[in-house]
């Protein structure tokens, strides 16, 4: 069983930048691909960055390409998304998730274990 905790959201000016942290508890936390979503009220959970166990591979949604970026700590079983240039459309509660394999996943469904979630809040 593998729990999340992230923390680092809040509120912040469109332009502005936070950086999201995910800490895991478990000793395989090196094995696990992890990855960020988001979730606007009223809407689906949506895929955001992934990153595979040994952040040698990463993907990211169009729409944060270039302005986000997933990395990890396997010493510190933590990964980051810091996000930069920020815009009210990325208004959402943040959750990462974990991937009971070491690859890749872009889906909700391709993720077993999740993290309660951090509020982000941009204003314009």
């Known amino acids: 069983q593998m729990q999340l905790v992230e923390s680092g959201g809040g509120l912040v000016q469109a332009g502005g930048s936070l950086r999201l942290s995910c800490a895991a508890s478990?000793?395989?936390?090196?094995?696990?691909?992890m990855g960020w979503f988001r979730q606007a009220p009223g809407e689906e959970r949506q895929f955001v960055a992934a990153?595979?166990?040994?952040?040698?591979?990463?993907y990211y949604t169009v729409s944060v390409k270039g302005r986000f970026t997933i990395s990890r700590d396997n010493s510190k079983n933590t990964v980051y998304l810091q996000m930069s240039s920020l815009k009210p459309e990325d208004t959402a509660g943040y959750y990462c998730?974990?991937?009971?394999?070491?690859?890749?996943?872009?889906?909700?469904?391709?993720?077993?274990?999740w993290g309660q979630g951090t509020q982000v809040t941009v204003s314009s």
């Open positions: 998730a974990a991937r009971v394999t070491s690859g890749l996943g872009l889906d909700v469904r391709d993720y077993k274990y």
């Open positions: 478990g000793p395989t936390f090196s094995s696990y691909a």
């Open positions: 990153i595979n166990w040994s952040g040698g591979s990463t």
